[in-house]
Each structure stands twice: as C-alpha cells, then as structure tokens.
C-alpha cells in the first residue's frame, strides 16, 4: 500500500493499530516518514511506558563514560551508604548494577510493590526495601518495573543532580531535543490519568515527591523523539559528529546478555533494550502499548511509534518491517 492507504489503514483500524499515534522514521540519516492520527501533531508528546528503561541505559552510560559510576559491575549499596537495610538481610550487598540493567536483580515477594512504592515520598528508597531475599542471585530474568527505580536514584548519587537535569544536559539538548520537565505530581488520581489520559502530553517526565524522575516508565516523548534516539544508537554513540556515548558502552548495552522466554517473544535482552532476532542486527526498546524505538543497523533506519493505553499490545516489531519499512 501507498503513505496514503497506510494512513486511512491506521485511522480505520479497530485492531491492534487503532492506538497509534505519530509514526517517524529515519532512514539514512534522513527523516524520510513523519505521520499522525487522532489529533495528535509531530511535536505533540506521550507516556512512552517501558520505553523510559532504554533511555535509562542510555544515561547509564553516560554516567559510566564521565567516570560517575566506576564500572557496571559495581555495587548498588556502594551508592546509597546511608540507607538502613533490613535485619538478616544479605543478599542486597551483591546486586551489582549489571544486574539491574539486565533485569536480573533478585526482589522480594512474588509481584511489584506498586502501592506501596507509588505513595512513598521517596520511590528508590521504597523499592530497596524489596531488593535482595533469601533466594540470593540466580541470574534469572525477572521483568521488573520498579526496581529500575533504583538506576535513577544511582545516576543522581553518582552525579550529584537531578536525573532529568542530567538527561536534560548530557542526552536530549545535544540531540537537538526538547528539554523535559518534572510532571509535579504523584497522588493516585493523577497517576490513573497519565496512563489512561488519550490527549497529548507535555514534554514532561513523572517524578516522585522528591523530584525523582520515575526510571521504568514515565517519561513523555514523541515518536520523532524516539527515532531521533534510535538515530544514535544507529551512528553508534555519535550525533551530528559529535560522541554523546561510547562505541564501547553502546556495544555492550545491544549484546545479549540473555534469551528470554514465551512471554518476551524468545528474544534476547541486553540492557535494558531487545534483540528481537538472533540473526539480524536489530534493536528495541519497547514500551507498553506498543510505543517502541525500533532500530535496523541492516536498513539503517530507525522508528519511533506511540500509541495510547492499549492493553496485550507488546511490541510492534513485525508490523513496524511488515507496513512501515516498505514505505521508506
């Protein structure tokens, strides 16, 4: 289908691309497809969910390339001296922050504690409360939404600022994007709204009652953002010929470091980001309802898709080669 019949295919649609909202993509170093729907405009930003964990890796990195965070294999209690940890509990001084960018960090109790870390006043430390158990490290995957909470109270350690200051400075202004701003907010209420709320958001990023940027969701992009992102990961760390991030982390953060099962599609994680093929050169972040940063180092070419709550949808890699590629 022609750019024409594509955009009536998403307005149309009563499936899985009736959520989408601005689709963008680079192919080349050129901005070669830029389209929106229900009302949304180029410049207008969403709730990007998950997504928010890739550009977690990515400061990560530039905290580690400025020498802020020694390696990552250092430890996480390294960072937080002052925190109390619970009676009899060991486990917590091992986990390193590989573990965290792998999602392989041990967490107590069998689901996330949402309630409780979302009505603290400081959301890192009420995660750390549920770091470690008596399992100890086992290097399993576990998804965990929460504990990447944990990242975003390191990098402000590690720097001395604000995480969305830093983000701001070392990765969104040297990319020629928006600086984002605190959302402000954190009652319950409010938190219902920004996932469900289908209008355009500000460049913003939520943040806890301290001031802490959320680190596994949260932050509000457009999908020229997005693709923008994925332009960097393509130029390996470089941006207009200027290194914002290193080759060296950059190779790291894209290697499987692990095989996931069913339920992540039999892809492979790295940090923080996918490997949807073992075969092929392709890369993603992926959010819920099918936001995603999708990369090709074959085509050189990256995507940015955002799309309102829309529950089941995973990933849109196959749609994104199926419908979009074609286009370019």
């Given at each position: 289908m022609n750019r024409e019949q594509f955009h009536e295919f998403i307005a149309d649609s009563t499936d899985n691309e009736s959520n989408i909202c601005q689709i963008y993509a680079?192919?080349?170093?050129?901005?070669?497809?830029?389209?929106c729907w229900h009302g949304f405009?180029?410049?207008?930003?969403?709730?990007?969910?998950?997504?928010?964990?890739?550009?977690?890796?990515?400061?990560a990195g530039i905290a580690l390339d400025k020498g802020c965070i020694k390696d990552v294999d250092q430890k996480v209690m390294d960072f937080f001296p002052d925190y109390t940890v619970k009676r009899g509990e060991k486990t917590i001084y091992d986990v390193?922050?590989?573990?965290?960018?792998?999602?392989?960090?041990?967490?107590?109790?069998?689901?996330?504690?949402?309630?409780?870390?979302?009505?603290?006043?400081?959301?890192?430390?009420?995660?750390?409360d549920n770091l470690g158990g008596r399992g100890g490290i086992t290097g399993e995957f576990r998804y965990a939404t929460l504990g990447i909470q944990i990242l975003a109270g390191i990098?402000?350690?590690?720097?001395?600022?604000?995480?969305?200051?830093?983000?701001?400075?070392?990765?969104f202004s040297p990319l020629g994007l928006p600086c984002r701003i605190p959302h402000g907010d954190s009652s319950k209420e409010d938190q219902f709204d920004f996932f469900m709320n289908k209008n355009p958001r500000k460049y913003e990023w939520?943040?806890?009652?301290?001031?802490?940027?959320?680190?596994?969701?949260?932050?509000?992009?457009?999908?020229?953002?997005?693709?923008?992102?994925?332009?960097?990961?393509?130029?390996?760390?470089?941006?207009?010929?200027?290194?914002?991030?290193?080759?060296?982390?950059?190779?790291?953060?894209?290697t499987p470091h692990l095989k996931l099962g069913e339920r992540m599609g039999y892809m492979s994680y790295g940090y923080l980001w996918y490997k949807p093929y073992d075969d092929r050169e392709v890369y993603a972040a992926i959010g819920d309802s099918g936001n995603i940063i999708y990369v090709s180092k074959e085509d050189n070419v990256s995507v940015g898709?955002?799309?309102?709550?829309?529950?089941?949808?995973?990933?849109?890699?196959?749609?994104?080669?199926?419908?979009?590629?074609?286009?370019?």
């Open positions: 680079i192919k080349d170093g050129k901005a070669t497809y830029d389209d405009k180029t410049e207008d930003a969403m709730n990007v969910n998950s997504v928010t964990k890739g550009i977690m890796a990515l400061l390193t922050i590989r573990h965290l960018l792998t999602m392989t960090a041990p967490y107590k109790g069998k689901s996330e504690p949402w309630k409780k870390v979302c009505t603290s006043q400081d959301f890192t430390l009420a995660i750390l990098i402000e350690r590690a720097t001395g600022e604000k995480c969305i200051d830093f983000a701001n400075r070392e990765l939520y943040t806890d009652p301290k001031g802490c940027v959320t680190a596994g969701w949260g932050l509000c992009m457009s999908a020229k953002d997005m693709a923008v992102i994925g332009e960097l990961v393509l130029e390996n760390g470089s941006f207009n010929g200027k290194r914002i991030i290193s080759e060296e982390y950059l190779k790291d953060m894209l898709i955002t799309g309102t709550f829309k529950p089941r949808i995973f990933d849109r890699v196959e749609f994104i080669e199926k419908k979009v590629l074609p286009l370019l």
